[in-house]
T-cell receptor, first 122, second 111 residues
Framework: GAVVSQHPSWVICKSGTSVKIECRSL??????MFWYRQFPKQSLMLMATSNEGSKATYEQGVEKDKFLINHASLTLSTLTVTSAHPEDSSFYIC??????????????????FGEGSRLTVL | DAKTTQPPSMDCAEGRAANLPCNHS???????VYWYRQIHSQGPQYIIH???NNETNEMASLIITEDRKSSTLILPHATLRDTAVYYCIVEFSGGYQKVTFGTGTKLQVIP
């Protein structure tokens, strides 16, 4: 079935540095991917919609210059947390739909999620 | 904003059926009800979805009321591995629409 993979699964960085998280659709093409952030014991919060070949659409309150999203191919979207600070420490999750059905799914319209990337900023 | 409301937590004895309710009174005619679950520190996982008929798969059953304003996810024989946060979502099937999550229900399966 359709699979979405994230890398790295966890990362620790120093305050002020930038961190890149990759999200790949392994067996299907995803023109749209979604990025979520989740703080402990809270629900997933949608950050932005990543669009292949065009600019990402950010949710209200999410700084586009802080969270850079690049969707350069149909199978890869990246989220870069720039100048990370301790308050950016969170669980970041990406997702995508297998709209074409190429991933072998029954094209139920479901979202496939990555394993998540846990960012800790010291 | 999320279009669904769910109880924040529920307990269920191992081996018994877990019935998780969801209210979605503003659902539109062509929106589906989707259920996902998230086991601790993992990405969410699709469970089941439906439009207006009851649905069943290898994981669960979905009962949607006739007026479609609420639904119930049924895990017929809960196991400890079913302990997770369960999210009820209403959305159009497929397409590029973004999905927002509510607070979900934390299901604790008790031995």
């Amino acid at each position: 079935g359709a699979v979405v993979s994230q890398h790295p699964s966890w990362v620790i960085c120093k305050s002020g540095t930038s961190v890149k998280i990759e999200c790949r659709s392994l067996d299907f093409q995803a023109t749209t991917m979604f990025w979520y952030r989740q703080f402990p014991k809270q629900s997933l919060m949608l950050m932005a919609t990543s669009n292949e070949g065009s600019k990402a659409t950010y949710e209200q309150g999410v700084e586009k210059d802080k969270f850079l999203i690049n969707h350069a191919s149909l199978t890869l979207s990246t989220l870069t947390v720039t100048s990370a600070h301790p308050e950016d420490s969170s669980f970041y999750i990406c997702s995508a739909r297998d709209i074409s059905g190429w991933g072998g799914s029954a094209n139920t319209g479901e979202l496939f999620f990555g394993e998540g990337s846990r960012l800790t900023v010291l | 904003d999320a279009k669904t409301t769910q109880p924040p937590s529920m307990d269920c004895a191992e081996g018994r059926a877990a019935n998780l309710p969801c209210n979605h009174s503003t659902i539109s005619g062509n929106e589906y009800v989707y259920w996902y679950r998230q086991i601790h520190s993992q990405g969410p996982q699709y469970i089941i979805h439906g439009l207006k008929n009851n649905e069943t798969n290898e994981m669960a059953s979905l009962i949607i009321t006739e007026d479609r304003k609420s639904s119930t996810l049924i895990l017929p024989h809960a196991t400890l591995r079913d302990t997770a946060v369960y999210y009820c979502i209403v959305e159009f099937s497929g397409g590029y629409q973004k999905v927002t999550f509510g607070t979900g229900t934390k299901l604790q399966v008790i031995p």
